[in-house]
């Protein structure tokens, strides 16, 4: 919601199923603005009912490669 709220255009989806093991949950998901797309990976570890933990790893090329844009 913050994302959205400062970046109106931009774009979130989920590509391809939320695999969960365990006490962990991720999935891969794409970032998309105007000509800019970031693809990455969520992984969460829950603990009680909630998220305890998240980590997001980015396509470091495409990432780098935006920033560098500007």
Do not use: C, H
């Not at 199923?17 to 998309?32: C, I, Q, W």
């Not at 009680?48 to 997001?56: F, I, R, S």
């Amino acid at each position: 919601a913050q994302l959205q709220a400062a970046f109106p255009d931009l774009k979130f989806e989920i590509e391809g199923p939320v695999m969960a093991e365990n006490d962990k949950a991720g999935f891969r998901f794409t970032l998309a603005d105007d000509g800019l797309e970031l693809p990455g990976i969520a992984v969460y570890r829950l603990a009680d009912g909630k998220v305890a933990e998240e980590w997001l790893l980015w396509a470091n090329t495409t990432l780098y490669s935006a920033l560098n844009a500007n």
